[in-house]
DNA sequence: TCCATAAGAAACGCAAACGTCCACTAGAGT
DNA sequence: ACTCTAGTGGACGTTTGCGTTTCTTATGGA
């Protein structure tokens, strides 16, 4: 398990997880479930609630009643629905989706290939009910700092170092420029993604993955770009003052 | 107020709209607000406290509070509290961001420079406390036919005929490559913005916007990139189904 | 088989918010 | 000044969900 995974493109159906808990499924012929197949059973009725309801219109009940258990085991293990409902969405970060940042390619596979794999595997994730639950703390991020760590630190750090490990790849065979490690082309790639998703509420293809890769992303970061090279060294314009800055001078 | 805005790069400040509201500043000396008035404090006390609480926290009784007002003299106005939501949202929408798709700029500024200003000035609406607003509304927008209606028509495709129409420019301009007129210039754009602003929790500065155009979308969209023009002609890879369906066969 | 205890169902008291109603008053118009 | 009515503050009955408690029972381990 704790082996990365090395390969050309392996089957994208391999890895894409579809049990919502952590764990294995439950035991026939019990009426009742106890300890950590009590605790999978809690957290994937979490999920799924998060994913149908989003955060606000989840209670306690109805996670209980999904997982078809009392409210009391609930309480028991955790005090309030936050912390439910940050482990539950903790395990998927350290579920399926942590399985994708183990992923290493063999030297057949291009770099362009290898961040186009990464990329439509994670669309895969997100497009799923998974996805929902996690697109449903969206707005709780952005105003409570256990969520907001959450996010940034489990979700979208991992999924940064990967990338960076990519292109660190590619700056090795030759096929990226060294100046192109650099978090803001994670956040061009990640940002057309989340864009499709939330605004578009659209899942991307592979289709629309290449295009972005290969009419925006590569041709940026590949060596010999003499015009975006030559952009790093633009002087900074006199009017740079933060723009946020600003509006908020006038509020 | 019909008239466009034909300019250069006009000082920012002036498209910062500070009020909350859709109409005038309240009457001095009065106990009392009656009609439009009240409604604009209803309304930017909603925005206000959708800024501060999430849609989920909201409450009648909050904005009633927060406006100075009686439950009754919302109830008599708007029925339900998504509808008084999506009122008051409507009205930034048609307010301080509608301003923003009257913008004409005159011989003198460049493709780029057009597009970087729009990119400035819907990121200085975004950093406030009207950004807020609707940020809070992402997750209901995603499991609301209403909200999601409200986003992508009233937000998301207002701004998309913008840049379009600054790309229409820049092919006329011979600034743009006739096939760049693409929506998926404008998810790359917004994405990389909504990125920054929703996970990562900061304001794009200028200088942000300027890095993203300058390496990733002018290179892409100008004419005679001859890898940029290649790339639409490729073949489809045999591998091209929706990832999205792909996921969902294996749940 | 026996025992300890976790789990489930139901009930409980409480708080908060909803949506409505009522009596009084402020404000606009004549 | 008078009249009409929108607005305000408070009260009201209801609902919902929270967090806790109690009693019974299923389950795992010895």
């Known amino acids: 398990m704790p082996s990365a995974m090395t390969s050309a493109l392996p089957n994208i159906a391999e890895t894409s997880d579809n ?47 999904r997982a078809q258990t009392g409210k009391a085991s ?29 992923l290493e390619y063999d030297d057949t596979v291009t770099t362009r ?15 799923g009910a998974q996805g929902d639950a996690m697109r449903s ?6 105003r409570d700092e256990d969520f907001s ?19 660190e790849r590619g700056v090795a065979r030759g096929e990226v420029r060294p100046e192109a490690i650099d978090e803001v082309v994670v956040e061009m790639i990640a940002g057309a993604m989340i864009h499709r998703i939330l605004i578009r509420r659209q899942n991307p293809t592979k289709r629309d993955f290449e295009q972005m890769l290969d009419v925006f992303i590569m041709p940026a970061i590949q060596p010999g770009a ?19 800055e600003k509006a908020e001078t006038h509020s």
Chains 1, 2 share one sequence.
Do not use: H
């Open 113 to 127: 290939d290898a961040i186009l794999d990464l990329m439509v595997r994670v669309g895969a994730v997100m497009a």
């Open 19 to 65: 049990g919502a808990g952590c764990g294995a499924p439950p035991e026939i012929g019990r009426q009742r479930k106890r300890g950590a197949e009590l605790e999978d059973a809690i957290r994937g009725a979490c999920v799924a609630e998060l994913a149908e309801l989003g955060y606000g219109n989840l209670t306690i009940e109805s996670v209980a009643s």
């Open 137 to 142: 703390l969206m707005g709780e991020s952005l």
């Open 149 to 167: 760590g959450c996010f940034e630190g489990d979700f979208y750090d991992p999924r940064k170092q990967s990338l960076i490990r990519l292109l």
């Open 226 to 244: 003499a015009e975006n090279a030559a952009v790093a060294d633009k002087p900074a314009v006199a009017d740079t003052a933060c723009v946020a």
């Open 74 to 102: 609930i309480y028991r293990r955790w005090p309030t629905k936050q912390q439910l409902v940050m482990d539950s969405v903790g395990c998927l970060m350290s579920g399926p989706l942590m399985r994708l940042t183990d």
